[in-house]
């Protein structure tokens, strides 16, 4: 009872010096600059009480004077409820941000809210489809913005774009914004960094919120100019031509990739094609004899060609000899040679009109009374030979030899010369049965009573009829081709043609010609180009296939038979080409990038057949297919034939066809 009663004086006591009682309301989590706390405080006096009520803003132990202060006046039990408003700005809050309280004073009686934060950051979602831009392309950038209470912004966006002085100012309207912006045609292509900044002011246009998003993004190089340099763009007669091809991009700066060039010499004629790294020369040769005329050099890469002129010079030039008693005068010049020429025998100057034709040769018979004389001849000025020579005669005289049989009648020797080239020549064609030509460059084949040349091309290992010549610019019919590409890839190491490389490799153009193909052939690789023009059909997909199954064919045998392997890749391919025949060759213009990515797919196979995808969607009806991606490309393999019997016995009677020619 006693303790009882001590608690019951203890809780007057204490309700006694609490003279009143101070509660805050529930706020938010967060809140962002420029927002309003909005909340209420509720005082409650155990007696009559008049004291000051201050709200103090709490933030990482800084505490400042938020709201007005009021005078309070309340008597014995009597409650109130005051509104408390805070706006966070910074002439109300200043610099304080971060974790915060509120806290209410009324008297000597205090409480303190729930902690919050107070924010200035803007959250931003943002949405870009690509990272890599050509010049003159759109970017569209588009995304969300919302404050870190949860609230949309209204405000502003900023884009700048390092190193291009680019800065774009746009809206933000209920969180979402929108920027368009075409790069110019003149972007260097590298790295960039796009920034961006997304903002808010408050009425007085000052920085309440604000958020930042960083991204690089990369402006490639696209071709605009195709340069050909020359090293020199008049070429001495007998010397090489220099010439290179240079590919810029949006900026002037060069690019590294590889062009085709092509050297038209007269009449069009195309005396050289190949594929060449850029800025690398290429060397080609030209003759002593070559006349002086202006020549051309195409270069292309991708859709981008140019064509520049280059001259031959003009050289008079002559070669001189003495033997025994004859000078012999050549025309080693590109030009009609009509100069006075002087032959000085001792002390006597002879001159003679020389008069040559480009490679023609003329004699002069010397005569002088019996004994040795110096012989000098001088021609444009220049001595071109000195020697001693021993002459007999009664005058000094010098006179052209005559042309025809007497000459050869004096040099027995050249009779018993040819006579033997005569015999050689007759003995090997009756050893060959007149089945080869005796020259190994060119051969021959009846076809309809007529004889057809194969025609070769530098450094080929081997011997065509159906030529394919490309073309960058021609008149011709468009039409759908589907073309075999079979890559050499040890190229260099067989390109000697020792152990059988070279009839392998002629077998499988016979082949392939027999079946109405016609060859193109690019350095390691070989292309049988199967047309419409040619073969009179628009379905050229079974014999394309046919084709490359009777090369892996013949290429596996010989594998097997041989010590020199042949590593190769094989492709099947289906586009466009303008094509013209004219005569026995085939120029063909390729569209788009048939050619170059029938190169890429054969070099990705190894020994088996693949096959793109627009041939693949050719070929649906009658080929089993299965899809592969190699190195990024997308390619398909042939897993079965529809007509799958007839296929068998196909490839065996081929393989079976094979070994018995070998045995």
């Not at 039990?77 to 304080?96: F, H, N, P, Y």
């Not at 998003?213 to 020359?230: C, D, G, M, P, R």
């Not at 005396?271 to 030209?286: C, H, S």
């Amino acid at each position: 009872m006693r303790n009882i009663l001590t608690l019951l004086i203890f809780v007057i006591l204490i309700t006694s010096f609490v003279s009143s009682e101070v509660i805050l309301d529930q706020i938010d989590e967060i809140y962002n600059l420029g927002d309003t706390i909005s909340t209420s405080a509720t005082i409650k006096a155990n007696s009559d009480k008049e004291e000051i009520f201050n709200t103090y803003l709490i933030c990482d132990e800084i505490e400042k004077e938020a709201v007005p202060k009021q005078f309070i006046e309340l008597q014995t039990a009597e409650e109130k409820t005051i509104d408390v408003q805070l706006k966070l700005i910074d002439s109300i809050i200043g610099s304080q941000k971060g974790d915060c309280t509120i806290k209410a004073v009324f008297g000597d009686e205090h409480t303190t809210s729930t902690p919050f934060t107070i924010s200035n950051l803007i959250n931003i979602n943002l949405s870009i489809d690509q990272i890599e831009f050509k010049p003159e392309e759109i970017m569209i950038i588009e995304g969300v913005a919302i404050k870190e209470n949860g609230k949309f912004v209204e405000g502003y966006v900023n884009l700048n774009i390092t190193d291009q002085n680019v800065q774009i100012k746009e809206t933000v309207t209920e969180g979402r914004f929108l920027i368009e912006y075409q790069f110019l045609k003149e972007t260097a292509a590298k790295q960039y960094l796009m920034e961006l900044n997304i903002y808010e002011n408050n009425k007085d246009g000052d920085l309440t919120n604000e958020g930042f998003v960083n991204k690089n993004i990369v402006i490639t190089q696209v071709s605009t100019n195709l340069e050909i340099v020359f090293e020199n763009q008049e070429v001495e007669p007998g010397t090489d031509l220099k010439v290179k091809a240079i590919l810029h991009d949006q900026t002037g700066e060069k690019i590294e990739s590889y062009v085709n060039l092509i050297i038209k010499g007269k009449e069009g004629i195309i005396l050289e094609q190949v594929e060449k790294a850029t800025d690398e020369f290429l060397e080609f040769p030209i003759r002593y004899n070559d006349l002086p005329k202006e020549w051309t050099v195409i270069a292309s890469s991708d859709e981008i060609s140019n064509e520049a002129m280059f001259k031959i010079k003009e050289k008079e030039e002559i070669n001189v000899e003495i033997i025994n008693k004859t000078v012999i005068i050549t025309n080693i010049g590109n030009v009609f040679y009509n100069k006075t020429a002087t032959i000085k025998i001792g002390d006597e100057n002879i001159k003679i009109n020389t008069n040559l034709e480009i490679d023609e040769i003329k004699k002069y018979s010397l005569s002088a009374p019996d004994g040795e004389y110096q012989i000098e001849i001088m021609a444009d000025g220049i001595n071109k030979l000195t020697g001693k020579a021993i002459l007999t005669g009664k005058t000094t005289n010098v006179r052209e030899v005559s042309k025809g049989v007497i000459n050869l009648v004096r040099f027995p020797v050249v009779w018993i010369f040819i006579i033997a080239i005569l015999g050689f020549i007759t003995f090997m064609i009756l050893k060959k049965g007149y089945k080869k030509s005796f020259f190994g460059y060119i051969s021959s084949k009846k076809e309809d009573g007529k004889s057809v040349p194969t025609l070769t091309k530098k450094d080929s290992l081997v011997k065509s009829r159906n030529m394919a010549v490309l073309s960058l610019s021609l008149k011709g019919e468009k039409q759908n081709a589907n073309v075999v590409s079979l890559k050499i890839k040890n190229f260099e190491e067989i390109k000697s043609g020792k152990n059988n490389v070279d009839e392998t490799l002629q077998k499988i153009v016979n082949m392939a010609e027999e079946n109405k193909a016609f060859i193109y052939e690019n350095h390691d690789n070989l292309f049988f180009i199967v047309a419409p023009i040619i073969t009179k059909t628009f379905k050229n997909e079974k014999v394309a296939i046919e084709i490359a199954q009777k090369v892996i064919g013949i290429l596996k045998n010989h594998n097997k038979l041989f010590k020199q392997k042949i590593e190769f890749g094989i492709s099947l391919n289906n586009g466009e080409i303008i094509a013209k025949k004219q005569g026995e060759i085939l120029n063909f213009m390729s569209m788009g990038t048939l050619i170059t990515n029938a190169k890429k797919i054969a070099s990705l196979s190894n020994g088996e057949i693949l096959l793109s995808k627009k041939m693949k969607d050719k070929t649906i009806s009658s080929v089993k297919t299965e899809k592969k991606e190699m190195d990024g490309t997308e390619v398909y393999t042939i897993k079965e034939m529809k007509n799958k019997e007839d296929n068998k016995k196909f490839i065996s009677e081929f393989l079976h066809r094979l070994k018995s020619e070998k045995k």
